[in-house]
């Protein structure tokens, strides 16, 4: 039987007991995998999750993690703020790093780690479970192949409000967070179309955020070497949700709700659906281990932890790069950067221009 | 003037935060169960406090030193009528003159009742869980108009639709699919009342003082059906020829699948429900969806095909536009309504921005 790998856990927030806690008990059932450390300043939320795995050990810092346990891979799972210090640790103490999205807070930080990461033999792979959803990695795939022909354009729609258990009100102050939802489900949308279309160059950047938010809708326009278009997210509005790309040759629309199939069309004829076939590897360890195929956001969580694990230990190939994950930042960084208001057409005009007078972007700029 | 929003994280409370972030006027504090509602509202910069309307204790904390309060909770059905007297409760400790409750014309069903009025008693026997728990809560509040504590009065809109509304994206979503249907070629009457017009009744309410208490019907000024509705959303969305099916009312059966949905809705299901831990409840979904499950062929053409709903069809069947003259009269008067064109125009700008418009 192979060795169970040791897992650490900094920061035992919202994220570890939603989306984390139950796959990895799976994997301590099928004896994969073993935490055996959880790190967090905040005694209560170590204790919660001690709760869960009650072999592990708590820590208040992460320096002490390391030097208590052997970890061979650490999952990192604080405020992106605190991400570079305690990824350079696990890579000095030899352990690979699994890293939540955003890798860090600054692209200079991202840098920083992916530069690091590059001279030491372990490796960091970023938390990006959108990179499973089946229809997605069959359209990247088309669109490598050229099916689309040229001028491409897409729209990347994704609104629904959030339900997140948050613990605290950082997420929702700038200082702490940094932003909303262009930071948290704009992530996401980015690293898809980067898988898509490969690293992009952002033009502008709309969003609704008065001085001391943050923002609950942004629209970014980007272009791609060969493809343009828009991308937008809300925690406020269900929005038509979904991408849609649209070549001279063929047209896909990829529903959000429905990651297992996708629809095509060519030049104007009618929309066929068509089911996606892609699968992989479901167990850890095994040369022909069993293949599986995500139904869901959470599937897609388990397929992305099996993978990065089997990156450990079969050799294959780590789930999302370091160097992917700094180019997301940098576009975040752009996007905060050149931020302007975004027009509310169904807004009245006293709305529409306190929105611009008080934007966030306009207050900081004036200070 | 100082409100508190309770549940101020909805649809209703996100609208009304942002109305008074930008124009000001009257100052809100936006009283919520849990941070996530700052998802919503940390934009405008609105100050938030933290109570739970199922606590008497933090929601007094949370309302203390406000002119009003503004009842917007959602969710269980089993907690509207105990959250409705936890806040009425704690107006009355606090000493906060006035208790605005959020009801719904759903306790009139399908407004079928001739000569139907604010007072009209509610059709208990028609009505589904959430209509009854409401009916329940109005018929506790009337109980409690003189006995002393905050003036209360309860405004009961049917549909608020506008920007982000359910009632426009659900219908707009079948239209850009093909799918949209109407029942009896859409003659049944549509009970609207457009976001911002149940704002400013909201706020003429708040402002008042010393004015009737009770409950009150609150609607747009136009009469509606849902054809009229149907088309004019087409419209807005650029759809020149839209895809209209139509159904007989008698022709629609209740599907087993809203069958077992009720039986779900039942308080004691609900109850049940609660105790199962999350990943049994997810198997037996899988297990059940396993076994209804068709299979799916590799490739197929898509068609638009005609897809009612159960509440759809209830809903569509609605006979009268409910009255409103109590409300108009009470607290009516300088309120400018939006009519209906100008609210579809805004809808419009909307769903230009969240992509139902044709390409």
Request: proline share 6%; hydrophobic share 40%.
């Amino acid at each position: 039987m192979p060795q169970e790998k040791n897992i650490g856990i900094i920061g035992c927030g919202a994220v570890v007991e939603e989306c984390y806690a139950g796959i990895l008990r799976k994997f301590e059932r099928q004896h994969w995998v073993r935490v055996v450390a959880l790190c967090d300043p905040q005694v209560t939320r170590r204790e919660r999750l001690q709760r869960i795995f009650p072999r592990a050990r708590g820590y208040a810092r992460h320096e002490e993690m390391f030097q208590g346990e052997r970890i061979d891979l650490t999952i990192v799972a604080s405020p992106p703020t605190f991400h570079l210090p305690q990824v350079l640790c696990a890579l000095e103490h030899e352990s690979y790093v699994f890293c939540e999205k955003p890798m860090t807070s600054t692209a200079a930080a991202a840098e920083q780690l992916v530069l690091a990461a590059r001279s030491l033999p372990h490796r960091v792979a970023v938390g990006m479970p959108r990179r499973f959803y089946p229809s997605f990695v069959e359209i990247a795939r088309l669109v490598k192949e050229e099916a689309f022909g040229d001028q491409i354009t897409f729209c990347f729609r994704d609104g629904v409000p959030v339900q997140w258990p948050s613990a605290s009100d950082n997420l929702f102050q700038r200082e702490k967070a940094g932003g909303g939802v262009l930071l948290d489900r704009g992530s996401h949308i980015l690293d898809q179309l980067l898988m898509i279309f490969g690293a992009p160059k952002v033009l502008s950047c709309h969003d609704d955020s008065l001085a001391g938010g943050v923002e609950a809708n942004v629209v970014m326009t980007l272009s791609f070497p060969h493809a343009s278009g828009v991308m937008q997210a809300s925690w406020e509005s269900i929005f038509n949700n979904g991408l849609s790309i649209r070549g001279q040759d063929l047209e896909a629309f990829l529903d959000l709700q429905d990651i297992g199939a996708y629809r095509l069309r060519k030049a104007n004829g009618p929309w066929k659906e068509i089911v996606a076939r892609q699968s992989w590897p479901a167990e850890v360890f095994g040369t022909s281990p069993r293949q599986m195929q995500p139904k869901d956001y959470g599937e897609c969580f388990y397929l992305q932890l099996v993978a990065m694990l089997r990156a450990m230990t079969c050799g294959d190939p780590i789930p999302v790069e370091a160097e992917d994950g700094l180019t997301v930042i940098r576009c975040l960084e752009e996007g905060y950067r050149i931020a302007q208001p975004l027009q509310f057409g169904w807004l009245d005009k006293q709305e529409q221009e306190a929105i611009i007078k008080r934007h966030w972007r306009g207050k900081q700029l004036c200070a | 003037m100082r409100i508190a929003l309770i549940g101020g994280a909805g649809y209703v409370g996100t609208r009304l935060a942002q109305r008074l972030a930008l124009v000001g006027g009257i100052e809100a504090i936006a009283v919520l169960r849990s941070y996530h509602g700052l998802s919503q509202l940390s934009r405008f910069g609105v100050p938030y406090r933290l109570g739970d309307a199922s606590n008497l204790k933090s929601l007094a904390e949370a309302i203390e030193g406000c002119d009003a309060v503004v009842n917007l909770t959602m969710g269980n059905n089993g907690r509207i009528l105990p959250d409705a007297k936890v806040i009425w409760e704690a107006c009355r400790i606090k000493a906060v003159p006035l208790f605005i409750h959020l009801s719904s014309g759903a306790v009139h069903g399908r407004a079928a009742q001739p000569n139907l009025s604010d007072d009209s008693p509610p059709e208990h026997g028609l009505l589904d869980y959430y209509a009854r728990a409401k009916a329940r809560t109005e018929t506790w509040l009337r109980e409690q108009i003189g006995k002393g504590g905050p003036r209360i009065v309860a405004l009961r809109p049917v549909l608020i639709w506008g920007p982000g509304s359910g009632w426009v994206t659900r219908p707009a979503a079948a239209l850009l699919a093909g799918n949209a249907c109407l029942v009896d070629e859409g003659k049944g009457i549509c009970n609207l009342i457009y976001i911002d017009n149940l704002m400013e009744c909201i706020f003429a309410v708040a402002r008042s003082e010393g004015k009737a208490e009770g409950i009150f019907n609150v609607s747009d000024k136009e009469e509606t059906t849902w054809r009229k509705y149907y088309l004019a959303l087409a419209q807005a969305m650029g759809l020149e020829e839209p895809h209209l099916h139509y159904i007989k009312e008698s022709d629609f059966h209740e599907p087993l699948a809203n069958q077992i949905q009720v039986i779900l809705e039942h308080p004691v299901a609900k109850k049940v429900k609660s105790v199962i831990p999350k990943d049994i409840k997810k198997g037996v979904k899988a297990w059940l969806g396993g076994l209804v499950a068709k299979p799916r062929p590799a490739e197929r053409l898509i068609l638009p095909c005609p897809q009612m709903d159960y509440v759809t069809w209830w809903i569509q069947t609605t006979r009268c536009k409910l009255p409103t003259a109590k409300f108009n009269n009470a607290y009516g008067n300088g309120i400018a309504y939006i009519s209906f064109e100008e609210a579809m125009a805004r809808t419009a700008a909307w769903m230009q921005f969240a992509g139902f418009c044709a390409a």
